[in-house]
T-cell receptor, first 118, second 110 residues
């Protein structure tokens, strides 16, 4: 079945630095990928929709200059957290769906990235 | 705006028990509803997807139902096992987005 790979699974960085998270679709070409953030004991919050070859669509309240999304190919989307702050510490998850499937095909998720900013 | 609620937030049962997890949503104009499992520190694994025209889906010991008009779905787990311990999330798809509930944390005691 469809598989989405996310890397790294864990990252620790210092305040002020930038961190890049990769999301790859392994056996299908994803024209659209979704980036979520999950706080402890809370649900997933959609941050942005990543579109191959065009600008990402950000949800209200998400700083586009802080969370840079690049979807340069049909199998790779990246999320870069710039000038990281301790408040950015969270669990980030990407997802994708085979575009050749209908709306009624399952959404597949990566295993997430635990970001800790010290 | 769509809102998804899951009850209970946590559930602890002895092994072998049958159980029901609940999910409700405020806007019935959905394309589909999907149940996921999330293990601690991990991503989400899709369990079942119910299309808006369907009433239920089954996979092994899992059965999910959908009542779109009332905005409700249930996930039934038969003969629960300790390996079923995880957080279960439901998500509805409409307005080109997925809306997630906050999950039910299930603990199945041996």
């Amino acid at each position: 079945g469809a598989v989405v790979s996310q890397h790294p699974s864990r990252v620790i960085c210092k305040s002020g630095t930038s961190v890049k998270i990769e999301c790859r679709s392994l056996d299908f070409q994803a024209t659209t990928m979704f980036w979520y953030r999950q706080f402890p004991k809370q649900s997933l919050m959609l941050m942005a929709t990543s579109n191959e070859g065009s600008k990402a669509t950000y949800e209200q309240g998400v700083e586009k200059d802080k969370f840079l999304i690049n979807h340069a190919s049909l199998t790779l989307s990246t999320l870069t957290v710039t000038s990281a702050h301790p408040e950015d510490s969270s669990f980030y998850i990407c997802s994708a769906r085979d575009p050749w499937s209908s709306y009624n095909s399952p959404l597949h998720f990566g295993n997430g990235t635990r970001l800790t900013v010290t | 705006k769509q809102e998804v609620t899951q009850i209970p937030a946590a559930l602890s049962v002895p092994e072998g028990e049958n159980l029901v997890l609940n999910c409700s949503f405020t806007d019935s104009a959905i394309y589909n509803l999907q149940w996921f499992r999330q293990d601690p520190g991990k991503g989400l694994t899709s369990l079942l997807l119910i299309q808006s025209s369907q009433r239920e889906q089954t996979s092994g010991r899992l059965n999910a139902s959908l009542d779109k008009s009332s905005g409700r779905s249930t996930l039934y787990i038969a003969a629960s096992q300790p390996g079923d311990s995880a957080t279960y999330l439901c998500a509805v798809y409409n307005f080109n987005k997925f809306y997630f509930g906050s999950g039910t944390k299930l603990n199945v005691k041996p």
